[in-house]
C-alpha cells in the first residue's frame, strides 16, 4: 500500500531532549516536506526536500534539522526542545516539486513541558 | 511572504445545506490545492485547480479558480454528516521550491 508513515505517532518529552520524528514514503516520491499544524494557524511548512541531498528552508524553521541521505527517509530533528514545539506534525510527500499533490503522513503530536 | 486568507474560520450547517468556503490571496496563485482533514486525521488532496477561471466538479463539490487567480472557491450541494471536517485551500509556490501556503482552513460541522 502507497503511504507515508511517521513515528511516533504521539510523543511527551521535557525541554531540552533531543528527539527525532521519522518519515518514510514508499511511493519513490521526490519531494518530502515536514510541516507543523497550530488551531488558527492551518499547517505551516517548517522544512522541504527536492531530492536526495537537497534540503531547504519553509517558513517556521527555527529550532528544526531535517536530512535526506536516502530518497525514502526525511526525519524531523528537534535538537533542544521547547514548549513552543507543542504541536501536531506531518510529513508529506510528492512526486515532484512540480504541481503533485502531496500525501500526508498521518501525524506525530508532540507535547514539550 | 505570501499569505492565503481563508474564510470563514467555521461553518455550521444543516444537513442538506449548501456550504461555501473561500480562498484568496493580495499576489497570484501558482497552483490552487484543496486538501479535506477529517478530525483526528490528516490532509487528503481533494483537487488542483491551474487554469485562470478553471472549474471542476466532484459529485457534490464544485472548485472554482478566479479569473485573475487571486481567489478559489470550494461549494458543497446539499451537505451530509460524511462532509465533516476542515478544508483548506493552499497555493503549490513554484517561486519559493515548490512549497504549499495554506490558508487557514475552514471548519465545517454539519448536523443531521
Known amino acids: 500500500e502507497a503511504q507515508v508513515t511517521q513515528n511516533p505517532r504521539y510523543l511527551i518529552t521535557v525541554t531540552g531532549k533531543k528527539l527525532t520524528v521519522t518519515c518514510s514514503q514508499n511511493?519513490?516520491?521526490?519531494?518530502m516536506s515536514w510541516y507543523r499544524q497550530d488551531p488558527g494557524l492551518g499547517l505551516r511548512q517548517i522544512y522541504y526536500s527536492m531530492n536526495v541531498e537537497v534540503t531547504d528552508k519553509g517558513d517556521v524553521p527555527e529550532g528544526y534539522k531535517v536530512s535526506r541521505k536516502e530518497k525514502r527517509n526525511f526525519p524531523l530533528i528537534l535538537e533542544s526542545p521547547s514548549p513552543n514545539q507543542t504541536s501536531l506534525y506531518f510529513c508529506?510527500?510528492?512526486?515532484?516539486?512540480?504541481?503533485?499533490?502531496?500525501?500526508f503522513g498521518p501525524g506525530t503530536r508532540l507535547t514539550v513541558l | 511572504g505570501q499569505q492565503v486568507m481563508q474564510i470563514p474560520q467555521y461553518q455550521h450547517v444543516q444537513e442538506g445545506e449548501d456550504f461555501t468556503t473561500y480562498c484568496n490571496s493580495s499576489t497570484t496563485l501558482s497552483n490552487i490545492q484543496w486538501y479535506k482533514q477529517r478530525p483526528g486525521g490528516h490532509p487528503v488532496f481533494l483537487i488542483q485547480?491551474?487554469?485562470?477561471?478553471e472549474v471542476k466538479k466532484q459529485k457534490r463539490l464544485t472548485f472554482q479558480f478566479g479569473e485573475a487567480k487571486k481567489n478559489s472557491s470550494l461549494h458543497i450541494t446539499a451537505t451530509q454528516t460524511t462532509d465533516v471536517g476542515t478544508y483548506f485551500c493552499a497555493d503549490r509556490n513554484y517561486n519559493q521550491g515548490g512549497k504549499l501556503i495554506f490558508g487557514q482552513g475552514t471548519e465545517l460541522s454539519v448536523k443531521p
Open positions: 485547480l491551474v487554469k485562470s477561471g
Open positions: 508529506a510527500s510528492s512526486l515532484s516539486v512540480v504541481g503533485n499533490e502531496q500525501f
Open positions: 511511493m519513490n516520491h521526490e519531494y
